[in-house]
């Protein structure tokens, strides 16, 4: 019988379907691209390094060591190892070992007294289910999938934070210089409404163009508040990513610096590479293959089982005749249990790892699609924003030459105070876009690698728990602390 069940077991009897890695078909080249693209992989390691801020490199390391996010994807790491551990240790034969002491008394006979007596006893328990179709190595396969699938949530919430970080950051720089643009401006229009003012006291211009000088200047001064309270708000996000309280950064974020400007183009490889890149697609791929395995599990549930159990034990009258001048008795055998009539349970079980298998493949379909959305949106966002991106540039030219001609013009009586505040006008609304769009390129360049699957490639330490108990061991209830 043990000869058989070995064979049985050695011959890695399995039920339940074996993972295939899913296949899909995609296109040979992005369509925003053009097929003339090169098709040389992206640059993808240290991605945010390209857009040249000390400041931001600095940002992007303190968020991945301090985010909460990526500790908390560090605790369902050593969650899924222990859970790996754990189905592994299952596979083996279990042991326990056993012993008691107790004090007896007889009850008096016809023909003597009681007797009182000391019985001592040892023992050793072993027991061992045999995983005869497999529904344990399906498990541990699950657990092993499951490990996977935790290290690429982990990857994930480390493309999300380095975009969003850099992102954040981006917008801040954004506002800042929006804020000193409408400062300038600002400034500029309240020397207009001083000249209207000398202009009007001349005779030169009437009590309208001063109304309308002043009422311009406090309009653009209008807008700093809401500017400064966008530029507190990413501040404070860009604090809570790195793990810190909301105003930590204010302070090292209060020095102006230029909008972080990426070097174009950057290649994008083919569509095929968000397979490999995308920690998403990835995670959603490791979760079908665990969902697969699952399968297994449930349907082993439906065949018979079989486990070997042993026990040896002495016992004595005297604590030192155990295992010599004792009686020994053991017990060694297998026994056997097959589902006869469940309603239906079992089957019903194995039928919902199957839709839940179903409903991760298609999850991992979406994935690829939405990657491939991605990537679409960003490239052509980003390719468009820097036509956008010349044409304002040539926009603010010409308004700043007009300003300043109309300005001239205006100081020599030439021209008319309307012409002159339209210049001004104008000129604001420009140059606000031109900075408005140069954030947008940098958002646009983030979000396309993000799309193409790039975000942190150092080393992450999850082996290190986020709390260090101390005490463990066995200790006096009248201890513990509240």
């Not at 908390?72 to 012993?99: C, K, M, T």
């Not at 807008?223 to 105003?247: C, D, F, K, M």
């Not at 097959?338 to 239906?344: E, K, L, M, Q, Y």
């Not at 490639?457 to 009248?478: F, H």
Request: proline share 4%; with cysteine; charged share 20%.
């Amino acid at each position: 019988m043990v000869v058989v069940l070995t064979a049985l077991v050695n011959s890695g009897c399995v039920v339940g379907p074996d993972y295939q890695k899913p296949d899909i078909a995609l296109p040979l080249h992005w369509a925003s691209a053009g097929k003339t693209a090169s098709s040389r992989p992206p640059e993808l390691s240290k991605w945010w390094r390209r857009l040249n801020d000390q400041t931001l490199d600095m940002l992007i390391e303190e968020a991945v060591a301090g985010n909460l996010d990526v500790a908390g994807s560090r605790a369902r790491i050593r969650e899924a190892r222990a859970s790996y551990r754990q189905n592994v240790g299952a596979l083996f034969p279990s042991a326990d070992g056993s012993a008691s002491a107790t004090r007896n008394r007889s009850a008096a006979s016809a023909t003597g007294a009681a007797e009182t007596y000391s019985q001592y006893r040892s023992g050793f328990d072993a027991s061992w289910e045999i995983d005869l179709f497999g529904g344990k190595r399906r498990a541990v396969e699950a657990a092993r999938y499951g490990m996977d699938a935790a290290e690429e949530e982990l990857r994930a919430t480390l493309l999300s934070l380095i975009g969003d970080v850099a992102s954040n950051y981006v917008e801040a720089r954004g506002y800042q210089a929006r804020i000193a643009l409408a400062r300038r401006t600002a400034t500029s229009q309240r020397e207009t409404v001083a000249l209207t003012r000398t202009r009007l006291e001349a005779g030169a211009a009437s009590a309208v163009d001063v109304a309308n000088s002043s009422g311009q200047a406090s309009n653009t001064e209008a807008n700093i508040p809401t500017l400064e309270a966008a530029y507190a708000q990413a501040v404070h996000r860009l604090s809570v990513l790195t793990g810190r309280p909301p105003a930590s950064l204010a302070d090292r974020m209060k020095k102006s610096a230029p909008i972080p400007g990426p070097k174009l183009p950057i290649p994008t490889g083919i569509p095929a590479d968000i397979l490999l890149t995308r920690p998403d697609v990835r995670l959603a791929e490791r979760q079908y293959a665990q969902a697969t395995a699952k399968i297994g599990q449930a349907e082993a549930e439906r065949y018979p089982g079989i486990s070997l159990t042993g026990n040896i034990a002495t016992t004595g009258l005297n604590l030192g005749d155990l295992g010599r001048s004792s009686s020994i008795s053991w017990s060694f055998g297998p026994s056997l249990s097959v589902p006869i009539f469940n309603a239906g349970q079992l089957a019903a079980a194995a039928d919902v790892a199957r839709a839940q298998r179903d409903q991760y493949f298609v999850a991992w379909r979406a994935s690829v699609l939405t990657a491939l959305e991605d990537v679409e949106n960003a490239t052509v966002s980003l390719s468009l924003e820097r036509v956008r991106n010349g044409r304002l540039a040539t926009s603010v030219r010409h308004y700043r030459d007009g300003a300043s001609l109309a300005r001239t013009l205006y100081q020599s009586g030439s021209t008319s105070f309307l012409e002159l505040l339209e210049a001004e006008r104008s000129l604001y609304s420009a140059e606000d876009a031109l900075i408005q769009s140069r954030v947008s390129i940098a958002t646009d360049y983030i979000a396309l690698n993000k799309a193409l699957g790039g975000g942190w490639d150092g080393y992450v330490d999850s082996t290190k728990p986020e709390i260090l108990d101390a005490n463990q061991g066995p200790r006096l209830a009248g201890s513990v602390r509240n």
